[in-house]
């Protein structure tokens, strides 16, 4: 019994070790609110978001924060091709988006339909339907990945 | 030896096609949903425009039968099996093949209207929009983001009587036409679509593709081979289960819980890349073997060395959140065991089922989660920590005896077997996964996956009955739902 008490106490300590922390001088912009929608694929790049969201990535210390309404987002994150029955979802989600809102595509599917491109089911990727000024490359990419781009998107840098 | 059902019987009635699938005429197939005896669980139903599928569990082990399609229609098997709707309405969108005399309203399952061509598998494809008048999808308002599914899901809650109006959602939503791609590809070609079929399934979806080639191909794999994917199955099985539990974790606000999780995961990612393999395991399954420069022994003893102590501690703390999952989302007994549901979902409702136990080669003495009956989202937790538990054990045990045995062989070849046929299987992290194919000439000529998502999907109604919209997205975390595989 104590010696389960002393690991109990360990793992709360564990995480409280582990905290991650922004870079210095990072933290002091307004949270960016990111908007994560899937449009049908392996779901792979969609679990690395929910990765991302896990409390073992500094999303929040590097100014991001994870929205469920698309009035509440500056950025959408699409993860996957465009099927054609999500097509309408995604002109839905960004039509309610606020101004100054931004589209990145996250992992191959999103760009450019990767696998599932052509056919009858999929429109491929957002840059078979629009210009792609923002995307993380990967199948899927690794949620250090897509933070570190966020990052640099939020720094102006594009990838 | 089990003894054979009166089901059984009827299908072994009709002419062996090949290895445990027999065809039947269209009255033995409408028998077959009419018997009055106790029924085998059917794992799954398909159509194409030629032949209608049913395949069975008979005991542990696979029986399939088929029958002929007659002026695109045939009796549909969701009178008997509510599990075989989803099949129905798929064949119809594909092929415009109709199932007649069944209970279901014919709501498109892919389509929707959303296609520029109606049933494209079709010889003769119709324009779209054409979709058979009345066969059109949900117009109910569908709750999708955020609503505990990962991928896409449209769910619809019934706002009057709490719970949800099943009959309603919509699970098709991302299909994206994996069959139209698969067919007529080499064997090679179709591995690498299908090991993105499904997140959860990484290394289960093209490992049961790779047995069922091996089947059809009449080809053995020597024990190495099938131990290395042994040891790949393990370490998705603890990704995935670490993945699920820490979604559960954050919907029900258990933080740390998450954390080490998380933590937990990424560490398994970086081991997998330390020697070799991809972080999720993508790719890493080949017809014949696995992906070359992967070092699958000291890949499990690492994986050995870095779960080893974050799970002694992982159980604690699922242990400390269990009180918060009590009694939610309970998928009964009876139902897991009807709609032959799987995985931990079916282990934690009484379904003990798991393909590994009958896999050669298999140490069954590092299988000792034999599950639970209660059903509920904390009884789904405690399993996969279990089974997590197993898998440390399993990867122990092949460590031990690595590349021991004798060679998986496949089944006698039928005489007069007109076609290459094979039927393969993997236990998932989430359920079994069941891949059928047809050859001819060397390329994919009909093919048909299984996903474990699909009687779930079934079960929804009832597991969610009465339930509180603000629960629901923690019932649907705790179930472990993915409909990447449902829709493909």
Request: overall charge neutral; aromatic content about 6%; hydrophobic content about 45%.
């Amino acid at each position: 019994m104590k010696s389960r008490t002393v690991s109990l106490i360990n793992a709360f300590l564990d995480v409280r070790r582990w905290r991650a922390h922004a870079p210095a001088g990072g933290g002091h912009h307004l949270p960016i609110s990111l908007y994560f929608l899937e449009t049908g694929s392996c779901e792979g790049c969609a679990m690395e978001l929910e990765t991302l969201c896990g409390g073992a990535y500094a999303l929040e210390q590097n100014g991001f924060r994870r929205v469920l309404q698309p009035e509440d987002a500056d950025w959408l994150l699409v993860t996957g091709a465009v099927s054609r029955r999500c097509a309408e979802r995604l002109d839905h989600v960004w039509r309610a988006m606020p101004a100054g809102k931004s589209l990145i595509a996250i992992g191959r599917c999103a760009v450019d339909g990767g696998p599932f491109a052509g056919g009858y089911a999929t429109l491929g990727g957002l840059a078979g339907l629009t210009r792609v000024q923002r995307s993380v490359p990967g199948c899927p990419p690794e949620p250090a990945a897509i933070l570190a781009a966020l990052v640099a998107f939020r720094e102006g840098k594009a990838a | 030896m089990i003894p054979l059902s009166s089901m059984g019987r009827l299908v072994r009635g009709g002419e062996r096609l090949s290895y445990g699938h027999y065809a039947v005429d269209a009255s033995q197939w409408q028998a077959l949903w009419h018997m009055s005896a106790v029924a085998l669980p059917m794992l799954s139903f398909w159509a194409d425009e030629l032949r209608a599928y049913g395949l069975f569990l008979e005991g542990d082990q696979p029986l399939l039968v088929s029958t002929a399609i007659d002026d695109k229609r045939y009796v549909g098997p969701s009178q008997r099996y509510p599990v075989a709707e989803w099949g129905e309405r798929v064949a119809f969108d594909l092929y415009g093949v109709e199932a007649m005399d069944v209970p279901g309203d014919g709501r498109s399952a892919l389509d929707g209207g959303a296609w520029d061509i109606t049933w494209p598998l079709a010889q003769r494809p119709g324009p779209g929009g054409s979709h058979g008048g009345a066969l059109k999808a949900s117009k109910a308002p569908f709750w999708v983001d955020g609503n505990g599914v990962s991928g896409v899901f449209g769910l619809v809650p019934d706002g009057q009587q709490g719970g949800i109006c099943a009959e309603q959602c919509e699970a098709g939503l991302g299909h994206r036409g994996v069959i139209a791609q698969l067919l007529g590809r080499t064997p090679d070609e179709a591995m690498g679509l299908v090991s993105r079929m499904s997140a959860g399934g990484y290394v289960a979806y093209p490992l049961a593709l790779a047995r069922a080639f091996m089947q059809a191909e009449g080809r053995s794999i020597e024990p190495a081979i099938r131990d290395g994917w042994m040891v790949l199955l393990e370490i998705e099985r603890i990704s995935v289960h670490l993945h699920d539990v820490m979604l559960t974790a954050c919907a029900m606000d258990a933080g740390v819980l998450a954390a080490h999780c998380t933590h937990a995961r990424e560490a398994l990612a970086r081991v997998c890349v330390d020697h070799g393999a991809t972080r999720r395991l993508t790719d890493m399954i080949r017809k014949e073997g696995y992906r070359r420069g992967v070092e699958i022994v000291p890949l499990a003893q690492a994986v050995l060395r870095e779960m080893k102590p974050r799970l002694s501690k992982l159980a604690l703390l699922v242990d400390v959140y269990a009180p918060r999952l009590a009694g939610l989302a309970v998928l009964p007994v009876d139902l897991a065991r009807g709609l032959a549901i799987g995985g931990p979902l079916g282990r934690s409702s009484g379904r003990s089922l798991d393909l590994r136990r009958a896999e050669n080669g298999m140490r069954l003495d590092a299988l000792r989660a034999t599950g639970a009956s209660e059903g509920d989202a904390r009884a789904r937790q405690a399993v996969r920590m279990t089974e997590m538990f197993d898998s440390l054990r399993l990867l122990e045990r092949i460590l031990s005896s690595f590349g021991l045995g004798d060679a998986d062989e496949a089944y006698p070849a039928i005489p007069q077997a007109i076609h290459q046929e094979g039927l393969g299987a993997a236990e998932a992290a989430r359920g079994d996964v069941w891949v059928w194919v047809r050859l001819k000439e060397g390329r994919i000529d009909a093919v048909h996956m299984r996903d474990p998502a699909v009687p779930v999907v079934a079960a929804l109604g009832r597991i969610m009955m009465d339930m509180d919209v603000t629960m629901m997205p923690l019932a649907l975390r705790s179930l472990g739902l993915s409909t990447a595989g449902v829709a493909q």
